[in-house]
């Protein structure tokens, strides 16, 4: 042996694969050690296998048990008699309980003038294992998944692909890939398909555009596809991932039915402002296009001088976004294409979206509300004018009825009379200052009974002559708000009792004081007048008194459903509770 052919042989014996050369009689020529170490790892002995010794024979002498059996046996046969140029078969063994994966060759070597041809058998074991765990994967993944080739066949399909395009494996496996895509985009999707061949990357497929897929049925339903490369030896595969869209896209087509059918104006920004979506309504009450709306800053809407204000609200917004209305407390207004304003009420609400937030506006065009308002506002107006103007003729009518019944007490000899006559003055009077406090008052369902009690208590004092410093007034009155008619029975309740005070508690040069206080507990009122005064006969009984004055305050207390009671520890001190209305 030369030293080329022992060099080929040490060669021969490091290479993984089992490797033999064989005569054109089946003779085995060469052998490496690998093919001789495997076997007798596995059986205990070498098979009889060794130069000089026939492959055909040994094979059907049993070594095609754990070589391809009969079909690799005949393989061979084949390619020794010149029947096929070559052969190539993969096949599994199990040995020591671990099921293994070869694939056996017959490849011709016609150089060689002894027309031999090499053996090789080559685990793929692992492989085989990696091979399974991608179909594995594959066929477990929740989209469907096609495999092609560069020139666009399908190596590979899961079950979710049968699903989706309704098609079996078998119709699948070995067709174009164009079988899956509708007709009138086949042509270009074969451009699309080898301009990515060209740059393989992972990536989305079609952004920017729709895509379909077409079932077995002819029927077509929106999809999703992502792209990869898988390198595949001589050439590089594409692995296509494909979502079913039709749901999201029938939720997608209800959501914007919802928002065309909305009865307000819809816009749908994006977190810079852009303008998503927008609906018919809103084409209709801004005078836009939709075509001219989408893409554009949501501020062309809004009126030149709230543009940069607007700007930081909606950034404000983002930073905090909640459904809520827009503006509370402000007035908004929406711009027209031709220009001109009106008035809207903005509510805001926030979309998560993959690409980030989705601010929704619903914007109602309140023009019609806010001219009604300003009509009733001016109606409110006129009739609060008018009430006031009733409420000071009616003072001015009953300061007239007080005047003349005062003249008419001059003119009358009996002081008895005369004095009645004064009281009824006084009580006309009394009335008459809380009609001008009504017309004074910003609120004309309510009057301010603190203002009234001391205006009240000034009138009576000067009226009835008290001469300064021989009567003090105690003041002790909350901020308290009656209606009219409540008003209008404290207030001669009032007059009645301070009245009777000024005129006999202090008589002479005596000197005293009168408290009035006023207040709220809980629900219920409570007002005191009194005084430190003589006081009352102790044998009257103030509830059947023949007094007018009395029987007046007893009747207004009916009134008032009220109750009143009398303290004369100390002078006289009346208590009158009623309950609040207000």
């Known amino acids: 042996m030369d030293g080329l052919e022992k060099f080929a042989c040490l060669v021969l014996d490091k290479l993984s694969k089992h490797i033999c050369f064989l005569d054109k009689n089946g003779n085995i020529l060469a052998i490496n050690q690998s093919w001789l170490d495997y076997v007798h790892e596995m059986l205990g002995n070498t098979q009889g296998l060794a130069i000089g010794g026939n492959y055909l024979q040994l094979l059907e002498a049993g070594l095609a048990e754990y070589s391809g059996g009969v079909a690799f046996t005949d393989g061979v046969r084949s390619v020794l008699q010149g029947e096929t140029p070559s052969f190539a078969m993969q096949y599994s063994v199990t040995l020591q309980s671990v099921e293994q994966w070869f694939i056996g060759k017959a490849i011709p070597i016609p150089e060689l003038e002894q027309g031999c041809i090499i053996i090789s058998h080559e685990n793929i074991t692992e492989l085989k294992r990696l091979e399974q765990r991608y179909r594995q994967t594959v066929e477990a993944m929740p989209n469907a998944v096609v495999l092609i080739n560069e020139s666009g066949t399908i190596l590979t399909v899961n079950q979710q692909t049968e699903l989706a395009f309704?098609?079996?494996?078998?119709?699948?496996?070995?067709?174009?890939?164009e079988m899956l895509v509708p007709e009138r985009f086949r042509h270009a999707h074969v451009g699309y398909r080898q301009a990515y061949s060209a740059d393989p990357v992972s990536r989305p497929m079609g952004v920017g555009r729709e895509l379909?897929?077409?079932r077995k049925n002819g029927t077509e339903f929106p999809v999703e596809i992502g792209l990869g490369p898988i390198e595949g030896g001589r050439e590089v595969l594409v692995l296509s991932s494909i979502v079913d869209r039709s749901e999201h896209k029938r939720l997608e087509h209800q959501f914007r039915q919802a928002v065309e059918s909305a009865p307000n104006a819809i816009v749908m920004i994006n977190q810079t402002g852009e303008i998503l979506m927008v609906n018919l309504l809103t084409e209709t009450s801004?005078?836009?296009?939709?075509?001219?709306?989408?893409?554009?800053?949501?501020?062309?809407?809004?009126p030149e001088r709230f543009r940069e204000a607007h700007i930081a609200y909606r950034q404000a917004y983002l930073a905090h976004p909640v459904s809520r209305p827009m503006g509370a407390g402000r007035d908004l207004y929406g711009l027209r294409k031709d220009r001109t304003e009106f008035p809207v009420e903005i509510g805001l609400g926030l979309i998560d979206d993959e690409n980030g937030p989705i601010v929704l506006s619903s914007i109602i065009d309140i023009t019609e509300r806010k001219n009604a308002n300003d009509k009733l506002k001016d109606a409110l107006k006129e009739k609060e004018m008018l009430l006031k103007e009733v409420y000071h003729r009616v003072k001015n009518n009953l300061q007239v009825v007080s005047s003349l019944i005062n003249l008419q007490a001059r003119n009358v000899n009996n002081q008895v009379a005369a004095d009645q006559l004064k009281q009824s003055a006084d009580r006309i009077k009394a009335m008459a200052l809380l009609h001008e406090k009504l017309y004074q008052s910003k609120e004309l369902s309510k009057?301010?009974?603190n203002v009234y009690i001391r205006s009240l208590v000034d009138y009576l004092l000067f009226g009835y002559g008290a001469p300064p410093g021989k009567i003090h007034i105690n003041f002790h009155i909350e901020n308290v708000f009656l209606d009219v008619d409540t008003a209008i029975s404290c207030g001669l309740i009032v007059n009645e009792l301070i009245s009777n005070a000024i005129k006999h508690a202090f008589p002479g040069e005596r000197e005293g004081v009168i408290?009035?206080?006023?207040?709220?507990?809980?629900n219920e009122f409570v007002l005191m007048i009194s005084?430190?005064?003589i006081g009352l006969p102790a044998e009257l009984d103030f509830k059947k008194c023949p007094s007018l004055g009395l029987q007046l305050v007893n009747t207004l207390t009916n009134q008032l459903m009220g109750n009143l009671s009398l303290d004369q520890a100390?002078?006289?001190a009346f208590s009158l509770r009623f309950a609040s209305s207000i």
């Not at 005078?287 to 809004?302: D, F, H, K, N, T």
């Not at 408290?515 to 809980?522: A, D, L, N, R, T």
């Open 531 to 533: 005084d430190n005064g």
């Open 212 to 214: 379909y897929g077409l």
């Open 570 to 572: 100390e002078g006289a």
């Open 515 to 522: 408290g009035i206080s006023f207040s709220k507990e809980q």
């Open 286 to 302: 801004f005078g836009y296009a939709r075509s001219e709306l989408i893409g554009q800053p949501v501020e062309m809407l809004v």
């Open 166 to 177: 309704g098609y079996s494996r078998s119709e699948l496996v070995g067709s174009k890939v």
């Open 447 to 449: 009057i301010d009974f």
